[in-house]
């Protein structure tokens, strides 16, 4: 059987994951809102440009670059809110959760089950190995989580019978 320092071990790098991934959305929020249209399509074009030379029915190539085409002010904004919006959430309940703040437990749960239920919801719309990735942390986080707040609310249930038996003595 694990020992429960591992499994706290183990915990807390899921937490630092979920830390770096939510770094990563807050500066791909700020890169989505500082990044112009005509910017990305040249971008995306010029990269681009020698695979789509050699075939120019290349399906990816020419997916990335309608993709950027098709890109609107109101979709920049919209994803750039929501990679902000997600990554604070996500960094400030995983810095609660380093300090063992107890009320962060539930709250995460219950945040991250949503945000989970969200990306399965988007991975059945358009497949992506790296959203499978991050369903799989998410759900890992979650499960660890919740073993990590029973044990928490056991140890302070033990704490206060200790506690009440010194008291009566």
């Known amino acids: 059987m694990i020992k429960e320092k591992s499994i706290f071990r183990i915990f807390e790098i899921s937490l630092i994951l979920k830390a770096i991934n939510a770094v990563i959305e807050i500066v791909g929020g700020f890169v989505v809102l500082l990044v112009s249209k005509a910017f990305l399509i040249t971008y995306f074009l010029n990269l681009l440009q ?17 993709s950027a085409t098709a890109y609107s002010i109101g979709s920049q904004y919209f994803l750039a809110l929501y990679l902000l919006i997600h990554g604070f959430i996500k960094i400030f309940l995983v810095i609660c959760l380093l300090k063992r703040k107890l009320w962060a437990y539930p709250t995460a749960i219950a945040v991250f089950s949503l945000f989970t239920a969200y990306e399965i919801y988007k991975i059945n719309i358009s497949y992506s190995l790296w959203l499978l990735v991050l369903i799989i942390l998410d759900i890992v986080v979650i ?3 919740i073993h990590e707040y029973r044990f928490k609310r056991k140890a302070i249930k033990n704490y206060r019978q200790n506690f009440e038996e010194i008291m009566k003595d």
């Open 143 to 145: 499960l660890l989580t």
């Open 50 to 66: 020698g695979e789509l030379s050699d075939d120019p029915r290349d399906f990816i190539a020419n997916f990335i670059v309608n």
